[in-house]
């Protein structure tokens, strides 16, 4: 089973940017992030297929945010700018394990917090 590590996520200001990192320990297909804000579901923010040339984003997120991922070091990142307030949130990285299945690998989090 392939193991997600996520990095990168901390305290920033608003109008800040930070960058996540989730190092798979294995091959993985299409890959993304999720974020989960206290009280609320988690939500999608943004996949990116098994080459990294297609992008997916949630409308919160487009023109702010983008991911992109390095298979020579089985890593996935997303790159956050203009961040506000309403992005705090504990992210997840997420894979699948097959091109057509659902996410079935996550990571263990990582807090983002932004103050106004």
């Known amino acids: 089973q392939v193991q997600l590590v996520e990095s990168g996520g901390g305290l920033v200001q608003a109008g800040g940017s930070l960058r996540l990192s989730c190092a798979a320990s294995?091959?993985?297909?299409?890959m993304g992030w999720f974020r989960q804000a206290p009280g609320k579901e988690r939500e999608f923010v943004a996949g990116?297929?098994?080459?990294?040339?297609?992008?997916y984003y949630a409308d919160s997120v487009k023109g702010r945010f983008t991911i992109s991922r390095d298979n020579a070091k089985n890593t996935v990142y997303l790159q956050m700018n203009s961040l506000n307030p309403e992005d705090t949130a504990v992210y997840y990285c997420?894979?699948?394990?097959?091109?057509?299945?659902?996410?079935?690998?996550w990571g263990q989090g990582t807090q983002v917090t932004v103050s106004s």
């Open positions: 997420a894979a699948k394990s097959s091109t057509y299945g659902p996410y079935n690998v």
């Open positions: 294995g091959r993985t297909f299409n």
């Open positions: 990116t297929n098994w080459s990294g040339g297609s992008t």
